[in-house]
């Protein structure tokens, strides 16, 4: 019987890959957020992801692939980035921007292409430090061939999008202004979500112009476009 148990121990760490592990650092040195017609400005960035410093994986010069880390917090990277590009400036929106979700990786199957997922929460107070989150933003930016490994722009250009989605929002009036404990304030905003697209009852006809909007069900409801039928199946 003990020699039975040492072979099992023995052919399980053979058929296991033990591949030493890489890492290699991300850095915005050299970075810039590129926002235009900024109609807000970024008081502080709360990290609530439960790893804050590992921000994925991507394979390098055909080895295994590296974990991608930061060496220092993304949140702080983030705050300096929007001082930045959105200084503060009277009458505009003071925002608290809180980062629920970050991956990044890419994939080798279809030719080179790099992902990135990001969810940020868009949040402000009041003078008695009520907080409301005025809109979730999430996209998942690709890049493909040579440009994939570029991940800290990549990492940017998922931040910028997310930025769009706020600021389209607010300007056809969609926010979702949820009120927040303090609580809630510092959780992952992921988690805490119900999204109407899974809740709502009454649906409108029209068109979603993209997942955001399909997510919290608005639709347009008068949009300029025709359906052509084809036959020729």
């Given amino acids: 019987m003990k020699y039975k148990i040492l072979l099992f121990v023995y052919f ?3 058929s296991t890959k033990l591949w030493p592990v890489h890492y290699e650092y991300i850095t915005f040195d050299k970075e810039i957020l590129r926002i235009k ?4 400005y970024v008081e502080q960035v709360i990290d609530a992801r439960e790893s804050q410093m590992y921000i994925g994986c991507a394979p390098r010069n055909g080895r295994a692939d590296v974990v991608l880390t930061l060496p ?6 983030l705050q300096r980035l929007f001082n930045q590009s959105c200084p503060a400036a009277e009458g505009l929106t003071p925002i608290t921007i809180k980062i629920n979700h970050l991956f990044v990786y890419e994939n080798l199957t279809n030719g080179r292409v790099g992902s990135v997922e990001l969810n940020l929460s868009f949040i402000t107070h009041n003078d008695q430090q009520q907080y ?16 994939a490994s570029r991940d800290q722009r990549n990492l940017l250009n998922a931040v910028e999008q997310c930025v769009e989605q706020y600021q389209r929002r607010t ?6 202004n949820t009120p927040l404990t303090t609580e809630q304030l510092n959780s992952n905003s992921v988690l805490l979500t119900k999204y109407k697209c899974l809740s709502d009852t009454d649906f409108a006809a029209g068109l979603y ?6 997510r919290d069900n608005l639709p347009i409801s008068n949009p300029n476009y025709t359906i052509d039928y ?4």
């Fill in 132 to 147: 409301t989150e005025l809109f979730n933003a999430a996209t998942n930016y690709l890049s493909k061939g040579h440009d």
């Fill in 72 to 77: 220092k917090p993304f949140a702080t990277d």
């Fill in 230 to 233: 084809r036959t020729d199946f």
């Fill in 12 to 14: 399980s760490i053979l």
């Fill in 171 to 176: 300007n056809i009036n969609q926010l979702n």
């Fill in 209 to 214: 112009p993209n997942f955001i909007d399909f």
């Fill in 37 to 40: 017609n900024a109609n807000f």
